[in-house]
């Protein structure tokens, strides 16, 4: 895995954090994190995330591929 997470950087650019992105989807911090491992998951809330942000589908599956090439995953 890269020394930071694109995942993490996804929740900076869009949510100002992971702290926030979890308030904003009604997740814990810790279901987050978890998406560093199996950013898959990301995926079951990409509906809410484009509703909250204005980011596109796009920008969340680019998100999660950028993650799974960062954990090794192609």
Request: proline letters at 3%; charged letters at 25%.
């Amino acid at each position: 895995m890269t020394s930071r997470s694109e995942i993490r950087k996804f929740a900076d650019t869009h949510f100002g954090g992971p702290g926030n992105m979890a308030k904003s989807l009604g997740l814990t911090a810790g279901a987050i994190k978890r998406w560093d491992y199996t950013p898959e998951l990301m995926l079951k809330y990409m509906l809410q995330i484009t509703e909250v942000t204005k980011c596109t589908v796009m920008d969340v599956v680019e998100a999660v591929e950028s993650q799974r090439k960062a954990n090794g995953k192609h």
